[in-house]
């Protein structure tokens, strides 16, 4: 054609412009197609052998000539496009498409029932790339390459994904299990990518894998079978390998990391139990856990709390159990280093923002000021020596403000007068410095040191015994009498009735048996329960730290501080307090803002002011707005009762 054209070009330049006729070489190409190529015995023939041509390299045939199937069908779309005609996409393009969704619909059922969901992935992976190759070699259009791609992707991973996540022992659900498949579940992941809808069966299958293990680990817990500490660790873990897996298969994708983030989530807040757990874990970690670690591993260990850490929403409730834990640190000196609780509430305040670690930062301010009270108080009481004045017993005391700490309404137990002195002389000292200020003696807590004489003469036994404040209130009435009852302890030291039976308890363990118990039994069973002095008692060390019992066997079978147990569940009594004033303080605040807003508008703005904190639920928010209205903080509009106005 291409010769015709040139013999007859002076023709096609002049005359047909002229009268308007088809150019010599289109209208060659159209007697060709309607002479040639839709004669009976060509294109029905041609286009098996092309169609056969294609399923023989499918079936890893090798192809005569590859050039020969591109040249014709380069001469099926010329044809078309010479007079506008559908010629390739007529005797081609349709029957292609139709044979090449056969072939993939039935290989695949095929092959999948037969080999496992990672060797499907394998081949299939291979068939995309082949169709790709496939397609530049024969020079497919643009069009039937992207409906050729769609196809294939459809009848090999789309229509397959469901069961290629579900699998037993090979698909994406089983893979997740095995921490070493990360690599056969990134090729899952590569493949299912393709088809972007397909990629949800894989998320799905990470969240509900991170909630079955969040689960077990919570199990654990509760059955005891795993201690809090223990608890925190396993989540740790679980998000190390879960990171590793949505970084590496996942290839980082940010809705995986959005999943995985909701997933621990999701079994984290059921309860207080995380916050809880999480708060003995810091705990252990600042108490022993960090010793003799340098600076670098410290930071990380804390950078991993954090983590957890901001996975709760109840952040206020491990605020809660957090200070409660430092005090105990602070108070009895067991710090690995104050370097170490610092950087972590340096953490929380870069977390949450300096309104949740002011309190905690006050508490570390009152024992420098503490510390620098002690030392004043030693040289004043050593010039009261000196002049001749009676010396009293060494006492140590920390003067802690009352918002910073946690609360503790125990009403002071009876202490022996010696201790009563020297406290009455501290009490003195202190307001004479300090006007307008008053003391509440915490004798719930503490520690004491006496020295215990055992035996008999001339072959006395002398060890000095580390008590807590109750336990030495309770010995110290054994100089007078060898036998006490529960009864007399309790009046004459007025130490509550369950505290007291714990102390006791303490004191008559088989390691530790400094009193007898006169009933027989783990428990203490009436008021005429006696103790008596154990003179035969024996220790290596000259000095003895006696520690308390966790759980005894005492009226009701529970431990004495419930908030303690590793397996609190409920907000604290006083966290839910401090809720209710935070809701009502963000609801005031938001309306005076404001002046007029609807309900849904300020349920909104509180949950969003008071999400670095905790998640208040709308009833909750519901109940505070009604406690304004009634003290005319706030009025409903006449016009719209979903509608508040701010009462100035």
Same mark, same amino acid.
């Given at each position: 054609?291409? !010769?015709?054209? %040139?013999?007859?070009?002076? !023709? ?11 150019? &010599? ?15 009976? !015995? ?22 005569? %000539? ?16 010479? #007079? ?33 969901? $990672? ?23 643009? $069009? ?33 299990? #095995? ?12 493949? +299912? ?9 894989? *998320? ?26 223990? +608890? ?18 996942? @290839?980082?994708?940010? @809705? ?64 809660? +159990? ?22 972590? &509430? ?12 002011? /309190?905690?930062?006050?508490? +570390? ?5 503490? =510390?620098?009270? *002690? ?6 009481? *050593? ?80 060890? #000095? ?31 509550? %009735? ?26 203490? /069973? ?16 000259? =000095? ?34 401090? @809720? ?27 949950? /969003? ?5 905790? &998640? ?5 928010? /519901?109940? @505070? ?24």
């Amino acid at each position: 054609m291409i !010769m015709v054209r %040139d013999i007859l070009m002076y !023709m096609d330049r002049t005359y047909v412009p002229h009268q308007r006729r088809r150019p &010599v070489y289109d209208l060659g190409l159209h007697l060709f197609r309607i002479t040639v190529w839709e004669h009976p !015995m060509v294109q029905p023939r041609v286009t098996e052998l092309l169609l056969k041509a294609i399923a023989n390299e499918r079936e890893g045939m090798v192809t005569d %000539d590859i050039s020969l199937l591109k040249a014709n069908l380069g001469m099926l779309l010329e044809l078309g496009q010479a #007079d506008y005609s559908n010629v390739y996409e007529r005797d081609f393009e349709v029957l292609f498409l139709g044979t090449t969704q056969d072939f993939y619909a039935q290989e695949s059922l095929t092959y999948l029932s037969q080999n496992t969901a $990672t060797d499907y992935v394998s081949k299939a992976t291979n068939r995309i790339t082949q169709e790709k190759d496939r397609s530049k070699s024969l020079g497919f259009p643009s $069009t039937t390459e992207t409906q050729l791609h769609r196809m294939v992707e459809t009848e090999l991973v789309e229509r397959h994904a469901r069961t290629l996540v579900d699998m037993p022992n090979s698909g994406f659900a089983a893979l997740l299990k #095995d921490y070493t498949k990360i690599s056969e579940m990134g090729k899952m992941y590569d493949l +299912f990518v393709r088809v972007p809808s397909s990629v949800d069966f894989l *998320r799905d299958a990470l969240a509900d894998r991170i909630k079955a293990d969040g689960k077990a680990l919570i199990a654990d817990q509760e059955k005891g079978a795993a201690d809090a500490s223990a +608890f925190v660790r396993g989540v740790l873990s679980m998000r190390d390998r879960y990171h590793d897996i949505v970084t590496q298969s996942f @290839r980082g994708e940010k @809705r995986a990391q959005k999943r995985m983030k909701e997933s621990f989530e999701d079994f984290l807040n059921e309860n207080a139990r995380a916050a809880n757990c999480l708060a003995v874990y810091v705990d252990e970690l600042l108490r022993v856990g960090l010793r003799g670690k340098p600076e670098t591993q410290v930071n990380e260990e804390l950078k991993k709390v954090i983590i957890v850490f901001r996975y709760l929403s109840d952040k206020d409730v491990f605020e809660s +159990f957090y200070k409660q834990h430092l005090a105990k640190r602070l108070l009895g000196n067991r710090s690995v280093s104050d370097e170490a609780e610092r950087a972590m &509430v340096s953490q929380l305040k870069a977390e949450c923002g300096y309104q949740f670690t002011s /309190k905690l930062e006050g508490m +570390f301010n009152d024992m420098r000021i503490s =510390r620098d009270m *002690r030392d004043a108080h030693n040289v004043h009481k *050593r010039s009261i020596d000196n002049q001749g004045g009676l010396k009293v017993i060494d006492i140590e005391v920390d003067v802690l403000t009352n918002g910073y700490w946690p609360s503790q309404n125990v009403k002071p137990c009876n202490l022996p007068l010696a201790v009563q002195n020297a406290i009455d002389r501290f009490s003195q000292f202190y307001l004479e410095k300090h006007t307008g200020r008053k003391l509440s003696w915490q004798t719930s807590g503490g520690q004491a040191d006496i020295r215990a004489t055992f035996g008999a003469a001339p072959t006395f036994r002398r060890h #000095d015994l580390q008590v807590s404040t109750y336990q030495m209130c309770i010995l110290l009435l054994f100089n007078d009498k060898d036998t006490l009852t529960l009864g007399y302890i309790r009046t004459q030291t007025q130490i509550p %009735d369950q505290e007291l039976r714990r102390h006791l308890i303490s004191l008559c363990t088989p390691k530790h048996r400094i009193l007898r118990k006169g009933s027989k039994g783990k428990g203490i /069973k009436s008021d005429e329960d006696t103790f008596t002095f154990n003179p035969d008692y024996t220790s290596k060390l000259k =000095r003895v730290r006696i520690p308390m019992v966790r759980d005894t066997s005492l009226k009701g079978g529970e431990s004495s501080t419930p908030a303690q147990t590793s397996g609190a569940t409920d907000v604290p009594a006083p966290v839910e307090e401090d @809720r209710r004033h935070l809701v009502e303080a963000a609801v005031v605040r938001i309306m005076k803002a404001r002046k007029v807003l609807n309900h849904n508008g300020l349920i909104a703005e509180v949950s /969003k002011q008071l999400s670095t904190r905790f &998640v208040p639920t709308p009833h909750s928010i /519901k109940k @505070r707005i009604e406690s304004l209205i009634e003290r005319e903080y706030l009025e409903r509009s006449e016009d719209d009762r979903r509608e508040y106005i701010y009462m100035a």
